[in-house]
T-cell receptor
Framework: DGGITQSPKYLFRKEGQNVTLSCEQN?????MYWYRQDPGQGLRLIYY???????QKGDIAEGYSVSREKKESFPLTVTSAQKNPTAFYLC????????????FGDGTRLSIL | QQPVQSPQAVILREGEDAVINCSSS?????VHWYRQKHGEAPVFLMI?????EQKGHEKISASFNEKKQQSSLYLTASQLSYSGTYFC???????????FGTGTSLTVIP
C-alpha cells in the first residue's frame, strides 16, 4: 500500500542538540511539506519542496533545515537554534497536478529533555 | 497568508447542523477540507476546485465561491464522531503554495 511514513513517533531533544525527523513516501508525489502544530493550534508551514534538490521556506523556517536529495524522502532537522521545539510535527506529500488531497504521516511528537 | 476560519469553536448537540467558513485574501485554485482528532494526523474530507462546485460526502458537504475566495463546510444532522478540529487548506492560483486555515474546533455532545 502506498503511504507516507514518519519516524520516530516520539523524540526527545537535549539542550544544544540537533535532531532529525524522518519522512518517507512511496506515493510518487512531487511535493512534500513539513508542518508544526502546537497544542490547540493550527498547522504552520515550516518548509516545502516541489521537486528534488529544491525547497522553499514556509512561515516559520527559522531554526529548521531540510534536504530533498530523493523524491521519496524529505527529512527535517530541528537545530539548536530552535529554542522552543516542543510540538507535534506533521509531514505531508501531495500530487499537485492530480487534484488530489495532501497525504499525511502519523506525526512526530518532539519534546525537550 | 493563512486563510481565516470562522467560527473558532462551536458546540453542537447531536442532530444539529453547523457551517464552518474559510476565507482567503488571495485568489484560489482549490480548497481542501480536513478533520483532525486530537493527537492524530488530519483526515481528508473533500476537495473543491474553482468553478463554484459543491461537493458532498455523507452528511457533510461544501461549497466554493472563487469570486469571494471563500469556502463553507456544511455538517448536517451532526454525530458524535464529527467532533474534532476542522481545517481548510487552500491552493493559490499560482505557485502551488498550500496553506492551512486557522482551524475550527467542533464538539458534538449527546
Amino acid at each position: 500500500d502506498g503511504g507516507i511514513t514518519q519516524s520516530p513517533k516520539y523524540l526527545f531533544r537535549k539542550e544544544g542538540q540537533n535532531v532529525t525527523l524522518s519522512c518517507e513516501q512511496n506515493l510518487n508525489h512531487d511535493a512534500m511539506y513539513w508542518y508544526r502544530q502546537d497544542p490547540g493550534q493550527g498547522l504552520r508551514l515550516i518548509y516545502y519542496s516541489q521537486i528534488v534538490n529544491d525547497f522553499q521556506k514556509g512561515d516559520i523556517a527559522e531554526g529548521y533545515s531540510v534536504s530533498r536529495e530523493k523524491k521519496e524522502s524529505f527529512p527535517l532537522t530541528v537545530t539548536s537554534a530552535q529554542k522552543n521545539p516542543t510540538a507535534f510535527y506533521l509531514c505531508a506529500s501531495w500530487g499537485v497536478y492530480s487534484n488530489q488531497p495532501q497525504h499525511f504521516g502519523d506525526g512526530t511528537r518532539l519534546s525537550i529533555l | 497568508q493563512q486563510p481565516v476560519q470562522s467560527p473558532q469553536a462551536v458546540i453542537l448537540r447531536e442532530g444539529e447542523d453547523a457551517v464552518i467558513n474559510c476565507s482567503s485574501s488571495k485568489a484560489l485554485y482549490s480548497v481542501h477540507w480536513y478533520r483532525q482528532k486530537h493527537g492524530e494526523a488530519p483526515v481528508f474530507l473533500m476537495i473543491l476546485l474553482k468553478g463554484g462546485e459543491q461537493k458532498g460526502h455523507e452528511k457533510i458537504s461544501a461549497s466554493f465561491n472563487e469570486k469571494k475566495q471563500q469556502s463553507s463546510l456544511y455538517l448536517t444532522a451532526s454525530q458524535l464522531s464529527y467532533s474534532g478540529t476542522y481545517f481548510c487548506g487552500t491552493e493559490r492560483t499560482t505557485g502551488n503554495q498550500f496553506y492551512f486555515g486557522t482551524g475550527t474546533s467542533l464538539t458534538v455532545i449527546p
